[in-house]
Nanobody, 128 residues
């Protein structure tokens, strides 16, 4: 059973950095698209980044491009998806979630609504 658990959130000042982690306690990520999303109070959920687990190809929202980096540690017993966030801005304040795309689907073919197995989220707060 897939269970995604996010961690690493916190409170930082603008310009600071955080690294979020997402662990799949069920089984190793393999041949699928993994995504990071965020949702601020009163706003729609927004996709931040996605990654193909087979070849590491990454995609980013324009709002985070150049500041955020998504990566995967898929070594044995380490099923962890990361989101390195640098140069944080107050507009990045939100609850961040990771999610899985359908098995064997590459990111280019995955719609935001295709993601499932959401984690519980981790809060990121950036003060000015």
């Amino acid at each position: 059973q897939v269970q995604l658990v996010e961690s690493g959130g916190g409170s930082v000042q603008a310009g600071g950095s955080l690294r979020l982690s997402c662990v799949d306690s069920g089984y190793t990520y393999s041949n699928r698209c993994m995504g990071w999303f965020r949702q601020a109070p009163g706003k729609e959920r927004e996709e931040v980044a996605r990654l193909n687990t087979d070849d590491g190809t990454t995609y980013y929202a324009d709002s985070v491009k150049g500041r955020f980096t998504v990566s995967l540690d898929n070594a044995k017993n380490k099923n962890t998806l990361y989101l390195q966030m640098n140069d944080l801005e107050p507009e990045d304040t939100a609850t961040y979630y990771c999610a899985q795309g359908p098995p064997f689907w590459r990111c280019a073919g995955v719609a935001p609504t295709d993601f499932g197995s959401w984690g519980q989220g981790t809060q990121v707060t950036v003060s000015s």
